[in-house]
């Protein structure tokens, strides 16, 4: 029976062209490997090696058995590799949202009930997301639309909305609100990996331009240095926190105001548990907002 350390040693030597070459290279000693390349040649059964005077050399058999050792090798650790990520897969619980706002009160949640899962997140398209789910490339989408199929769990529990921040020596500072057609034409910093929104602000103001930054102290620090306009949200982190000459003005087009939705399969009673979760944790905020109202 072939054995996998015998292999590695015989490519190893395959590489290197000498016994003491492959032994430092294995950190092994020459006697050893002297005595795992007789025993290759024992396991295959034919010679593999010209043996002259302090010397051992592949004969053609002998490369064909290392070019077979390889793929072998390669199979070993292809299977290594993908029994590890099953594992994984079975403890990880992966997640893929249309924007990063819904992930800051879903990744906290998701961790208190599921103790026992790694939690993972990424962005992606919102088309993709509902085959990804149902196919179990995924097991949580968040949306900002509905999504139907059979087998699939779709509820509202987020709700976002856009605002522009300008500052306060701006032509449009002082409104109470702002359209996108209003804003069409002006110049915007805008973060990277935002999700939709991205393709939603460039669809909705076509003539305005976009400085994307990918770094967060550049961003901050152009907010400080320049009078580009710049978007935030009210599940922003740093709503309450903008520079003293900047204000924020809603925009009210139906579409800069967005209710995410969870998505999962119905089968996942896991994540279904989760989704329940966060359906209650919604009506409360709700009951709360509308008491707030009232008074």
Known sequence: ????????????????????GAAEALHISQPTLTRTMKRVEEDFGVPLFRRGKNRLELNETGLQAVAQARTVLAAAR????????????????AVESCAPAPLWSLLPLLSRHMPDRTISSSLAEPAD???RV?????????????????????LPF???SLSVCVRSDHPLAGRNSLTFAELNGFNFLL?????FWTGLCRRSMPASRFLVQTDEQDFLELIRASSLLFFTTDLASDTMELPPDRERIPITDPEASVTYLFLCRRSN????????????????????????EAL
């Open 1 to 20: 029976m072939l054995d996998l350390n015998d292999l590695e040693q015989l490519t190893a030597f395959a590489d290197c062209g000498t016994l003491t």
């Open 78 to 93: 292809g299977a290594e590799a993908q029994v590890r990520a099953f594992h994984a897969r079975l403890h990880t619980v």
């Open 129 to 131: 997301i509902p085959a």
């Open 134 to 154: 149902a196919g179990g490339a995924c097991d949580i989408g968040v949306l900002p639309w509905p999504a139907e199929g059979e087998g699939l769990l779709c």
């Open 158 to 160: 987020l709700r976002e």
């Open 191 to 195: 973060r990277a990996e935002i999700g």
């Open 269 to 292: 009673k896991t994540c279904r548990a989760a989704a329940e979760a966060l359906r209650g944790q919604a009506g409360q905020k709700s009951a709360g907002a509308k008491k707030s």
